[in-house]
Structures are given as C-alpha cells and as structure tokens.
C-alpha cells in the first residue's frame, strides 16, 4: 500500500548552478579532494554571474581528468580525442561566431599532445576561452610525468625524479599573443570565478591557468600531504601579482611560491575581426560575409 | 504486415538543388583538383580547414581564392590533424566541410576518421594519393591509400569512398560524397590520385537547379524529446547543431542515445553495431560501378582511378588480339561492390586486377570470387608500379 502523501510539497530551493549540471550524470568520476569539481563550481558560478546566454555557450574538453568537465555540463558540450579541443573548438567558433566557446582540459591534454594548437590559436587570436587546469600530472592514467611537472617531483614515469624544465603557460601565452592571461589556484574561487567572466568577455584569445595539485597521485606520491592541507598551502604561498612579467611566473620547484593574478589583458583583433576586416578591405564589394554568420 | 509511421516532410528540410552562390556554371579547361574544389562549393561546402601538401594543395589554393566572394571560411590550420578536427567543429556548428590532403597528412588524419564516425559527423575528406610509405613520391601517383582508408582509424567502423577517373568525375564525385555523407553522417573520402588531380580536361559543371543535393537532416523535436543519437530504422540519427538550445552532449567515448559516455560491453555493443550496420545494410543503394562486356567474358579487367583510363588501352588491345576482355570499373570503392563481383565469378574466365600498389583492392576481389574462378585465373601482380602510370606489357 501507497502512503498517503501528507507533506505539502514546498518548492525545494534550487542550487542557482544546478541548472547547468547535468545532474543525472552524478556522483561525478573525480576523486576526493580533487580541485576540477571546485574549478568547475567556479566556471558555473561566473555562467551565471555574467548572464551570457547559455543556450549559445559551448564547452568543448580533450581527453583526461579534466576532460571529463564537458560531460558533466548541461550546455552544448563536446568530448573530443586527446589534445586537439583547441581546433575543434576553432572550427565550431568560425562557424557560428554567435557562440561563446570554452576549450576546458587538463595540462597534459592542452600543453603536451596538444601544445601545437594552442600556441597555434593564441597566435591567432581565436575568440575562444581556455581554461587549462594545471593538476602537475597527467591524472586518468596513474600519475605520470608532464610537461608542467616541476623539477625533481616524481610520477609514475619519473620514478627518480623529473628532470626536465617544465613549461612557463603564462609566458608561452603571453609571447604566442594571447588577449588575456591569468593564473588562480582553486584555493582563490571568487577571483577565478571573476578571471573567468573577464575572459569570456574578450573578443580574442583568452587563456586562464588553474593550479590543483592531483591528490591522489601528484601529491601523494611525493608526500606533500592531503588535499586540505594543500589547500592551505596554496593559501600560504600564493601571492597575487596582477600585471606580473610573465616571464616571472614559472613554477619549477615542487615547494615555492606561486605567484597568481591577472598577467596579461589586452586589445589585438581577435581572428574573425581579423577576417572580416582584411578580406572586406582587399576585396569591397566582391567579398561576401560569410552568410551563416548573420543568423 | 507493413508498419505504416508518419513519415517526416523530408522535402521541408532537405533542399534538393545547390546553391547558385558556389556553382560556377559553364564548360571548363580545368585539373582534377580545381575541379574537386568547384564540386565541394557546388555541394554548399562553406569551410575547408587544411595544411599544404603536394600533390592536393591546389585544391585548398582555390578554395582559399574562391570562398570569400562566395561566403565562408578558408582555415590554414597548424597541421593535418588539426584540420581533419577543425572541420568537426564547423560541422556541428551546421557548416558543411571539408578537409584535403595526400599520403603523409593522410596518415595524420586517422585519428579524426575515427572521431568522425564514432560522433556520427558529416563532413568529406580528400585524399590526392602519391605513392608511399612515408614522403614517398611527392609528385607522382598512387593508389596505395585505399585500405589505409578503408581500416585506418582503430576500432570497427565502416566510411565510404568515391574513386574519380577525370577531372569531370572529381567534380561531380566530390558532390557525391557530399550528398552521401550527409545522408548517412559518415565521414566520405574522395580518393584522388596525382595523375586524375593534375590532368586538365573539359569540366561541365550544369546550373545550380541541375545540381541535386542532400542536406542534412536536422532535428525538429524540441529539447526535452531529442536524444542526439536516436535513429530510426535507417539507423542514421537526425543532427543537431550548437546554439539551438539543446543542451546536447556528444563524446568519442563509447555512448548511448543521450550521448552519454556508458563503459559497458552492451553499449559498445549496439552502438558499434548500429555505425557498421548503416552502411552495411545500405551498401547496395551507395555502391555505383561501371561494367562493359563482362558477362561472359574470358577475362575482367578491374580497374579504377587513373589506372582504369590506362587500362582501357590495354583492353583494346586485347581485343583487337580476338581476346573476349570486359572491364569494371568501381566508382564507389567502399562498400565495395561485391554482390556483382560475387556474380560476375560464375560467368567469367577470370580477372586481371590493374592498381598503383601491391594488392589491395586485388584482395577483396579474390576474397569475393574465391572458389567460382580458379585461382590461376586471377592475375594479382601489379600492372604498373606506383608512380608510373603508363602502361606496361606487364
């Protein structure tokens, strides 16, 4: 027998996000501690913050921990394979300019196996926002060694230590030509969720670095601790310097400072203006806009 | 019992004649690769993302010249792998598109071959073959591309391939593979050679309201009812495109209906079967093939691409040695025409297989006619070797 319902049904008050989850997609695959979920709340927050319209906002993701963020979205999300989110996303942006487009991956995705494209769209100045989450790792597979690993940390391929420099993100961005640059921990969410609306409203190529150390296997394996007390340590020793040389910015070290903000905003034609511009001066009135643009 | 569903108006939704923006009407003096070009425009491609390669760059040269005045993108993307994806992106942004490239970008490509037809994304693939491994043959033809097309991309999947023998088939071929690709959401290769690119003959390209095209077929269910890879019997799921407020998720992960990655055998099940299946059990309206004396004759000659105008000299002169020689030549490659091929065992003395590599399509036509022909009577040495394309007593 059925109970009698007995409860008047208040409306349940609804999380402001929850409308972007996709939350029959829930529990989500990453692990305790994990700092993609927190960087996410943060992109969600600044969704709706600044009130773009969402039905016209595209997220694109690669392959990795951070690859799975497309999938979580209720947006127009697309999975795509290892590295190459930044020209999926190129094409889908050139192809309706009336989309916002946000490449979200992980380091080893953005920066090792697709290094090329992204250098490729920072010089273009493609009007797409990338949010390139920084865990030390390459995560999904067990822990292995990167391209941003600093020096000396060990992962599952470096088992006595890396000893390779890793990549300065901001400077590379910065030389490549990139509108906007900024650098947040996860342990900073109002300032990245700020950065993150800042950066959407750019008309070129806007970059933002989120530092989280992988709990599970970065930090972990080189016992630096759990995810709380790295929270404090991002806390601690993280310094905010808006405007910073780039060049300054490099993490090497497994225990220095971390210097965050926001390095790089700047005016440069982004590549539809770019475009637009170039072929409607050369050409008058031979050249057609493309017609699909309009709509 | 017929099971009688309201059919959706497909006429509503699928303009049957080209857009006169990108037709250039007229009778031309042009290659095979501006020819392949105009057919792409003819057929509403409005992007091409590429990176330079020889012996298909012109094709992308011209679209880079043309598309302006005619309304759409040319993209020079950093590298074949990047355009084989960028073209994805415009794709489920509703463009139609395409990518180009030869031996070496081709072999960069596979990878979004496969993404391809994991997502189920229309969009057409060039291949102007030069003869291989690696840098190969810059300048001179190949044929040696053709299961690389076919079995190129890990997994199991099914593609279709067009093979022109002129500069007016890449033309019309390269709308072909527009059409069909759009028709089944299958990534479509038009698998040139260097020869049939780089030879210049008359090209008529008829007026825009000759021109039949298939446009996709988009989604009219509102949000809450569509699921992006829902099919119907033709297994072939309606598109949906960003911006329109379906909030859809798609990913190369093995998924279901809702696109949702779902790691399980069943899954991979239905959904890998339902690609191979798409094509398979529609092969035999996709396949096209030109045949001439080959019932009854003493020997076929198959032979496609640029080695099926050579061998046509061959063919002549055999018969003018009293010899009974028929000669087939398949348009489409894959799916491969094997119901025909399968008939023509029984009827005939044996085969010559003619192609610019060392057996490859050869194999499928001794698979096909395995025990109906004795195995003597099928010649599978090569005729010419890759990079020549004259023909040799061989």
Redesign the interface.
């Known amino acids: 027998m059925k109970k009698e319902e007995s409860i008047s049904l208040e409306p349940r008050p609804q999380n402001p996000i929850e409308s972007l989850i996709?939350v029959e997609?829930l529990p989500h695959m990453w692990c305790p501690g994990c700092g993609i979920g927190i960087s996410m709340g943060a992109f969600t927050r600044a969704v709706v913050e600044s009130g773009i319209d969402q039905?016209?906002l595209?997220v694109?993701s690669g392959i990795g921990c951070t690859g799975r963020v497309?999938?979580y979205l209720?947006?127009?999300?697309?999975?795509?394979?290892h590295g190459?989110a930044?020209?999926?996303?190129?094409?889908?942006?050139?192809?309706?300019p009336?989309?916002k487009v946000v490449v979200y991956s992980g380091d080893g995705d953005l920066m090792a196996i697709g290094g090329?494209?992204l250098i490729?769209a920072a010089r273009r100045n493609v009007p797409l926002t990338v949010i390139l989450i920084n865990n030390f790792n390459y995560g999904m597979t067990g822990g292995q060694f990167g391209p941003t690993t600093p020096m000396e940390a060990f992962g599952a391929t470096a088992p006595y230590g890396n000893y390779e420099y890793p990549f300065n993100l901001p400077y590379l961005m910065d030389v490549c030509g990139a509108a906007y640059i900024a650098r947040w921990t996860v342990y900073h969410v109002r300032q990245l969720t700020r950065s993150i609306t800042e950066a959407m409203s750019k008309d070129g190529f806007s970059f933002i670095e989120v530092i989280t150390p992988c709990p599970e296997l970065y930090l972990r394996r080189n016992r630096l601790g759990d995810a709380l007390k790295e929270m404090i340590y991002l806390k601690e020793n993280s310094r905010i310097q808006n405007g910073a040389e780039t060049r300054t910015v490099a993490i090497e070290k497994i225990r220095g400072e971390i210097i965050i903000g926001k390095f790089v905003d700047r005016e440069r034609p982004g590549y539809i203006q770019s475009?637009d511009g170039h072929?409607q001066k050369v050409?008058g009135a031979?050249?057609?806009?493309?017609?699909?643009w309009e709509k | 019992m017929k099971k009688t569903k309201p059919k959706p108006k497909i006429k509503e939704l699928v303009h049957l004649t080209a857009d006169p923006?990108g037709v250039l009407t007229g009778v031309h003096f042009m290659n095979g690769d501006q020819a392949a070009c105009e057919g792409a425009l003819a057929a509403g491609c409005?992007?091409v993302?590429g990176y330079p390669i020889t012996p298909s760059t012109e094709i992308v040269e011209r679209f880079a010249s043309r598309i302006?005045?005619?309304?759409?993108?040319f993209?020079q993307?950093?590298?074949e792998?990047?355009?084989s994806?960028?073209?994805?992106?415009?794709?489920?942004?509703?463009?139609k598109?395409m990518t180009v490239s030869s031996g070496p970008g081709f072999s960069l490509m596979m990878?979004?071959v496969g993404?391809a037809a994991m997502l189920e994304t229309p969009c057409v693939f060039i291949d102007v073959q030069r003869a291989g491994p690696s840098t190969g043959l810059p300048t001179l033809p190949g044929q040696a591309d053709m299961m690389q097309v076919r079995w190129g991309a890990h997994g199991d999947y099914e593609i279709i391939a067009l093979v022109p023998n002129s500069p007016q088939e890449c033309f019309d071929l390269t709308i072909q593979a527009f059409n069909l690709s759009e028709e089944f959401r299958v990534p479509t290769f038009v698998m040139m050679d260097e020869c049939v690119g780089h030879m210049a003959e008359r090209v008529v390209i008829p007026p825009a309201d000759k021109i039949k095209i298939f446009n996709r077929r988009y989604t009219t269910l509102p949000p809450e009812e569509y699921l992006p890879y829902r099919t119907g019997k033709d297994l072939v799921p309606w598109f949906v495109?960003?911006?329109?407020?379906?909030?859809?998720?798609?990913?190369?992960?093995t998924h279901d209906e809702r696109g949702?990655?779902m790691m399980n055998a069943e899954t991979q099940g239905k959904l890998v079967r339902r690609l191979v299946d798409k094509i398979r059990a529609n092969a035999e309206q996709i396949v096209r093939y030109e045949e001439e004396d080959c019932e009854g004759a003493e020997v076929v000659v198959i032979s496609y691409g640029i080695t099926s105008r050579v061998a046509s000299r061959a063919v002549e002169m055999a018969r003018k040695q009293g010899i009974k020689v028929g000669r087939f030549r398949p348009v489409v490659v894959w799916p491969f025409p094997e119901k025909r091929i399968r008939q023509l065992a029984g009827m005939v003395g044996g085969f010559v297989v003619a192609e610019l590599n060392y057996g490859q399509i050869s194999l499928e036509v001794e698979r096909l006619v395995a025990g109906k022909v004795p195995e003597k009577a099928i010649e599978k040495r090569r005729v010419n070797q890759p990079g020549a394309a004259t023909a040799k007593s061989d």
């Open positions: 996709r997609r039905n016209s595209s694109v497309a999938g209720r947006l127009d999300t697309f999975h795509v394979t190459r930044v020209p999926f996303a190129t094409g889908l942006k050139l192809g309706n009336k989309l090329n494209h490729h475009l072929l050409l031979r050249y057609q806009r493309p017609p699909f | 923006r409005r992007f993302a302006p005045t005619v309304g759409g993108i993209i993307m950093e590298d792998i990047a355009s994806i960028a073209i994805q992106g415009a794709a489920w942004a509703g463009l598109s990878e979004h993404l495109k960003a911006g329109t407020g379906r909030r859809f998720h798609i990913t190369g992960l949702y990655p």
